[in-house]
């Protein structure tokens, strides 16, 4: 039976990834080697990295626009650290959007580093809408948000324009949509959410912002160090990196982030219609603000639990329960779920209606 994986991360990727991964882990480009074991300076991997780095940056429209793209260790909660290390000035402040489980972590880890500003938080609903009409404090040394909220199943839909620095953590809806990615002057995204295996992160760093906090940093969390090493100061994660290349390429070749902006937009309109037509479901988020990546939603009768879940796992679904912050349901629509993986979820929900 064919499975259909709504795992909100690490996520589904193109079955053309896992052939090519397949047979890399076997024989990497015809080298007698396995991907698992080549040096990550040989030439094979050397050429992986430049390609990844340099097509991360074009699938964003940031080609010669002076940023770049850094693949590192300790997923998006290093960079909760390393983004105030590298930015927040001695005596400083920095301001942060607090719109989820993932935002309150990088709250927490600048306020290490100095006064750090709540703009804005939609904590006392559950984080079930993205906080508005906030202001950032003119003398922030930077300004944080969460683009994406995989746990609650919210979006941002706009971004500030702003007189200073702004820093997104964009793991779960890298890659998802068009936006004017010049706007940021980091993006970070832990690379299991939408664009490969749990084990590296990708940073896009424009540079002139980097070298003014006047801290010492520790180097191994210095980005201008990375930059300068090309993602090879230390051992970088090199089947994940070599996985995340391979997804990057598909997404090229799919027509770029324009392309399956339209895809993703049409599933989370399937989902999210049958979601508001169907008597039995309701959806978890605020209606503005809904995810395009994570659909929450919940049934508006318990005792029908048992039954649906019985019917979903039976329809060959993985992964839908829904976090334990929410409960209830979620289904997570990465950029390599078809549309006809979603059909089977709302055939499902019609099914329990037509049953119930």
């Known amino acids: 039976m064919k499975k259909h994986n709504y795992s909100a991360g690490p996520c589904i990727l193109p079955q053309e990834v896992f052939d090519k991964s397949a047979q890399a882990i076997l024989n990497f480009n015809d080298s007698g080697l396995s991907i698992l074991e080549i040096s990550h300076r040989s030439k094979d991997f050397v050429a992986v990295m430049d390609e990844a780095r340099s097509l991360a940056l074009e699938l964003l429209g940031l080609e010669d626009k002076g940023y770049k793209a850094l693949f590192l260790a300790g997923g998006a909660s290093l960079e909760f650290l390393m983004v105030p290390y590298n930015l927040m000035k001695e005596g400083g402040k920095a301001a942060y959007l ?15 580093f100095g006064e750090t500003v709540v703009v804005a938080s939609s904590k006392e609903e559950n984080y079930n809408n993205i906080p508005k009409g906030y202001s950032v404090p003119a003398d922030a040394d930077y300004f944080h948000c969460t683009s994406n909220n995989t746990i609650f199943g919210t979006q941002m839909k706009e971004f500030p324009s702003l007189d200073m620095p702004i820093v997104c953590d964009m793991s779960s809806d890298i890659f998802s949509r068009v936006l004017d990615f010049s706007k940021f002057d980091i993006i970070y995204a832990g690379a299991q959410k939408n ?9 896009i760093v424009k540079e002139e912002i980097l070298g003014k ?5 520790p180097s191994i969390l210095d980005y201008e160090k990375h930059i300068k090493a090309e993602s090879m100061y230390n051992t970088p994660a090199v089947f994940p990196v070599y996985a995340s290349l ?6 090229k070749k799919l027509g770029g982030v324009a392309a399956v902006e339209k895809l993703n937009n049409a599933k989370a309109e399937l989902l999210y219609n049958e979601i508001d037509r169907n008597p039995l479901f309701k959806g978890a988020a ?3 603000d809904r995810s395009n990546m994570n659909a929450t939603f919940l049934l508006n009768d318990a005792a029908h639990t048992e039954t649906f879940d019985t019917m979903w796992k039976a329809a060959g679904i993985s992964g839908i329960p829904g976090h334990r912050s929410v409960g209830g349901y979620r289904a997570s629509m990465y950029n390599a779920m078809p549309i006809e993986s979603v059909q089977v979820l709302v055939d499902v929900m019609k099914a329990l209606e037509k049953a119930i």
Request: charged letters at 15%; a neutral charge.
């Open 213 to 217: 906090s006047g801290r010492i940093i």
């Open 98 to 112: 607090d719109s989820g489980t993932w935002a309150s972590g990088a709250i927490k880890e600048a306020k290490f």
């Open 195 to 203: 664009m490969g295996p749990a084990g590296t992160t990708l940073v």
């Open 286 to 288: 605020a209606v503005e």
């Open 246 to 251: 391979l997804t990057l390429q598909w997404l």
